[in-house]
């Protein structure tokens, strides 16, 4: 009988067992068995290993030899499965390794990460400084002065006939641009409002008038929170400068001026008047809120004065000046001081 290659296959697979090698001695034995069946029937401990039953397969030389051929490969292939095995656990345990380094390089890196972060911050902080300080050497004395008494001519952003725009560095306000009078009165003069030409529109609501607005040469408004942050510690003069329609000049100075914060309406306190301007002046104003045509705290409680009036101001029940009223270039109708038929063409409202 010829064993077929299935029948080889599995003789290999069942031959690492003592029994089948034990079976294929015996066969050897026998003259003209070559192979021994690869089921040798049931083992028993009591049977010497000659004694097992054994069926021997006759089978050509040339299966026999393929069968040892096949044997001896085999024998290779367990080595260089172990051998892969083991060299699949050495790359497992380098795998693992390399991992783990991955993680301490990747730890790293996040924490280079926020180092580098830290140390922009850090040199953008100083970038910003520099910048400070150069534009600062570039206009020297310009951005620290606190109000129009400390400056100096040389250092005006601008100039005309009665003053200079200086930078002033202004308390919980920052850096800002006035105008400053420096030839009135002998005081430099820092001017918070001005009509001269109706080039700026002042029929503005509560905002703009708290941050202010307009061209400082010209028409303008510096801002209530200034006007609060300049005139919160006191001892303020505050002088008004008009031209009526008629081209009469007026001036209204008060020795005491003072604008409350914010959180009270930017309220008024003004004493101490002295000039040649008609009517009553601001003392009717006196201890009153202000007011725009977006924001009522006036006296009259049937109506907003500021849209009454068409301005903004201390508005009280309502008003006897309205100097941020319309501006007619036509003269028709206007701002105006003490009545409101004195209509005037320019008006100038400065501290010192
Ligand atoms: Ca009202």
């Known amino acids: 009988m010829r064993i077929t290659n299935g029948i080889i296959a599995s003789c290999i697979l069942g ?3 003592a029994a089948d090698q034990h079976e294929e001695m015996r ?13 040798p029937g049931p083992l028993s401990p009591s049977l010497n290993v000659n004694e097992y039953p054994v069926t021997c ?5 040339q299966d026999w030899e393929e069968y040892k051929e096949l044997k001896s490969e085999m024998r290779i292939m367990r080595t260089d499965l172990t051998s892969y095995a083991s ?8 795998n693992k390794k390399t991992t783990a380094e991955m993680e301490a390089l990747k730890t790293k890196l996040l924490k280079s990460e926020q180092s580098n972060k830290a140390l922009l911050k850090e040199l953008n902080a100083l970038g910003i400084k520099t910048n400070d300080l150069e534009s600062h050497l570039a206009e020297p004395n310009t951005a620290l002065l606190r109000s129009c008494e400390d400056v100096q001519l040389e250092s005006a952003l601008a100039r005309n006939d009665s003053g200079c725009v200086f930078k002033l560095d202004i308390p919980e306000v920052g850096i800002t641009n006035v105008f400053c009078d420096v030839t009135d009165d002998g005081g430099n003069w820092t001017v918070f409002q001005r009509r001269m030409n109706g080039d700026v529109n002042f029929s ?4 703009d008038y708290v941050k202010g607005f307009g061209d400082l040469q010209g028409d303008h408004w510096l801002g209530l929170e200034a006007l609060h942050q300049m005139t919160k510690t006191g ?5 008004i400068k008009m031209i009526t329609k008629n ?11 003072q604008i409350g914060p914010g959180s009270d309406k930017y309220r008024l306190t003004v004493s101490g008047y002295s000039g040649n301007a008609s009517g009553a002046g601001l003392a009717y104003y006196n201890n009153q809120q202000f007011s725009t045509k977006d924001a009522d705290h006036d006296s009259r409680s049937s109506l907003n004065c500021a849209i009454n009036r068409e301005g903004a101001w201390w508005y009280n029940s309502c008003a006897w000046s309205n100097l941020n009223g319309h501006f007619s270039k036509t003269g028709d109708k206007g701002f105006w001081w003490g009545s409101n038929s004195n209509l005037l063409r320019f008006s100038e409202m400065k501290i010192c």
């Open 87 to 94: 060299r699949i656990s050495s790359l497992e345990n380098e």
């Open 235 to 239: 001892n303020m003069e505050m002088k």
């Open 204 to 207: 503005r609501g509560w905002d």
């Open 27 to 39: 066969c050897k034995a026998r003259p003209g068995c070559h192979l021994a069946k690869c089921e």
């Open 247 to 257: 081209g009469v000049y007026w001036v209204a100075k008060y020795s005491n001026f």
């Open 15 to 17: 031959m690492i067992s």
């Open 57 to 61: 397969v006759r089978t050509s030389a």
